[in-house]
């Protein structure tokens, strides 16, 4: 491979590449008119599987099997594109669809095709609105160039895209929760299996892909599967988007091969910790990861599908939060707990109920109105959570809790230690 | 035909148009938007005129508003300016960012300046991590993001509000 060959973030290599006429100039939509009109559906699905792309939204699920799932049975097929970008310290999607609109559009159209769909919807987080309606600009001129529409290329496949905005909702990004929503419901997440590629939007077959997995696509049917599978390791095919923010130097989108180290990304590419300061802990994953000790074993560690486990994270939407030796996982985690307990969809129990009252300890922890039973209490109510929800959420919000208690205890015991002796005195009203 | 229909007819059959005819609920968050564009919350009256347009009660409607912390169900300033301090942004010092611009604007978070022009929000991610501190402008016609801030960039956005809402103090 090429030193630093962009992929996803080609913009920046490429200038006005959201610009129609460039992007075609760079061989943009080849990809898509070459499947319509000289390959079967199924072919396309085969060259996505045999690339070993997978899901970059966050669960890393293999994207030619998901699409291979769709039930032939059931018509029509619709593909949703998840544009909710909203795990804080992920914003990565933000930047290829500004930037790099079209190569994100053609990749929605080849996963259409793929699957036989007609109509695919863009789901937007509501605080998107600007970039919706560019997409809608980018989307009208497709259709005027005849790159969407009816009967395109002179055969019998036709697709429209619609652009669908959310309104602030962190639950729409889960995918059984985003497709309520783009049915005018709440967006609460459904009982699964059936998965959305037996039984997704309005009941039909649907595929939900993140937008930057999606973006993936047009290079991976140009190029070739072996081509992508030039970049990253042997299960973590490819390059893909880390999005660096937190105590650093240089945050910002960093494109890289799968496999990538932490301390590469943090120290070369992000310039290190600011102030002289050393990283503490690294939470991979957003707001949703466990605390990473950021020791020299965890900074070596590849960043990739199968090895962030092994140092008690996920990788997820590779969303890279730095902390330093400033940082208090008190107050750390205060913070997590709070943004979920506001994001609860409010549908299962130990999820709305927990996360309350976990936001209850962890502000009586961090004003160091707590004794060492309220952290007990605090894990234990983590523990009700995890397991017991319909959606990942409720897992999520105890990862930074359960793993801050465990890997960062001092901090903890410094903050109940000078806890005061409460006199609970209670007035009838 | 009700008076959200008159108002905006071609708008709302353009949206309606891109979903299946029988699957009309879809479109109550973008009728929505339409409708909060009148006074910046959604009325009483808007709630049953959007139940009507797509054939749901007004209950389920309000529900839609309740659920999603775009849609207001009450009266606010004309901007909405909204902080995330969430965590990324807490680390580059979105917490104290927000506690000044609300000192500056003599308000509480929350809470609507004098003049009624600016409600100021703590809000969640916005995906703007890497240029905190961040806010975004809730108008009632649109959505705009101001990164990388300073407690004077804030307030020069604010004056320029202030200037072209008749109130130049």
């Given at each position: 491979m090429a030193d630093n060959e962009l992929i996803l973030l080609r913009h920046r290599q490429i200038q006005?590449?959201?610009q129609l006429p460039i992007y075609r100039q760079n061989k943009g939509f080849e990809s898509f008119k070459r499947a319509v009109t000289s390959m079967k559906p199924e072919e396309v699905t085969e060259v996505v599987k045999a690339s070993g792309l997978r899901g970059r939204?966050?669960?890393?699920?293999?994207t030619g099997q998901k699409w291979s799932f769709?039930?032939?049975?059931?018509?029509p097929h619709y593909v949703v594109a998840?544009?909710?970008?909203?795990?804080?310290?992920?914003?990565k999607d933000r930047e290829i669809m500004e930037s790099n609109p079209f190569q994100f559009l053609e990749g929605v159209m080849l996963c259409a095709y793929a699957i036989g769909a007609n109509v695919a919807y863009i789901y937007l987080r509501g605080e998107f609105w600007q970039l919706a309606a560019e997409l809608d600009k980018h989307i009208e001129y497709l259709e005027r160039e005849g790159l969407?529409?009816?009967?395109l290329f002179g055969g019998k496949y036709g697709l429209r895209i619609y652009t669908h905005l959310g309104a602030g909702?962190?639950?729409?990004?889960?995918e059984t929760a985003l497709l309520e929503s783009l049915e005018g419901k709440l967006g609460q997440p459904r009982l699964r299996p059936p998965f959305p590629p037996s039984?997704?939007?309005?009941g039909k077959p649907t595929v939900v892909n993140n937008v930057e997995t999606l973006a993936s696509v047009p290079l991976i049917v140009e190029r070739g599967a072996q081509w992508f599978r030039g970049?990253?390791?042997?299960?973590?095919s490819g390059t893909k988007v880390f999005s660096l923010c937190g105590n650093v130097e240089k945050p910002g989108n960093y494109e890289l091969p799968?496999?990538?180290t932490f301390r590469e990304l943090i120290?070369?590419?992000?310039?290190?910790?600011?102030?002289?300061r050393k990283v503490?802990?690294?939470?991979?994953?957003?707001?949703?990861s466990s605390l990473i000790v950021a020791d020299d074993k965890a900074l070596d560690t590849p960043m990739d599908y199968e090895n962030v486990p092994n140092v008690g994270a996920q990788l997820g939407s590779a969303s890279i939060i730095v902390i330093d030796d400033s940082v208090s996982m008190d107050w750390l985690i205060n913070k997590t707990v709070r943004f979920f307990k506001h994001e609860s969809?409010?549908?299962?129990t130990p999820c709305r109920e927990g996360t309350y009252w976990m936001h209850h300890l962890t502000d009586r922890i961090h004003q160091s109105q707590a004794t060492w039973e309220d952290v007990i209490l605090l894990q234990d109510v983590a523990n009700g959570i995890?397991?017991?929800?319909?959606?990942?959420l409720g897992d999520f919000a105890t990862e930074a809790v359960t793993s801050g208690i465990q890997r960062f205890r001092s901090d903890f015991e410094t903050k109940t230690q000078a806890a005061p002796i409460q006199v609970e005195t209670r007035v009838s009203s | 035909m009700n008076a959200l229909q008159e108002r905006y007819s071609q708008e709302i059959e353009r949206v309606l148009a891109?979903?299946?005819?029988?699957?009309?609920?879809?479109?109550v968050m973008p009728l929505l938007y339409i409708a909060q564009r009148e006074t910046g919350y959604v009325t009483r009256e808007q709630l049953d005129q959007v139940g009507e347009i797509i054939g749901i009660s007004s209950t389920d409607v309000a529900s839609i508003v309740g659920f999603y912390?775009?849609?207001?169900d009450a009266p606010g300033g004309k901007y909405r300016l909204q902080v995330c301090n969430d965590l990324p942004c807490a680390l580059r010092g979105a917490d104290q960012f927000l506690d000044k611009l609300c000192e500056r604007l003599d308000v509480e978070q929350g809470g609507t300046t004098a003049d009624g022009l600016v409600t100021v929000e703590a809000v969640m991610c916005l995906a703007a991590c890497h240029r905190a501190p961040m806010l975004q402008v809730q108008s009632r016609t649109e959505i705009s993001y101001h990164e990388d801030q300073t407690v004077d960039k804030a307030m020069q956005l604010v004056d320029s509000w202030r200037k072209a809402n008749g109130n130049g103090r």
């Open positions: 006005n590449l959201d939204g966050g669960a890393g699920f293999p769709i039930d032939p049975k059931n018509w998840n544009a909710d970008e909203s795990e804080p310290g992920t914003f969407l529409g009816d009967k909702a962190y639950i729409c990004g889960e039984f997704g939007l309005y970049f990253g390791t042997e299960k973590s799968l496999g990538t120290f070369e590419h992000g310039g290190g910790i600011p102030g002289g503490k802990a690294i939470m991979p994953a957003g707001a949703s969809c409010g549908k299962c995890k397991g017991r929800c319909l959606c990942a | 891109k979903y299946p005819a029988e699957q009309k609920r879809s479109a912390t775009l849609y207001h």
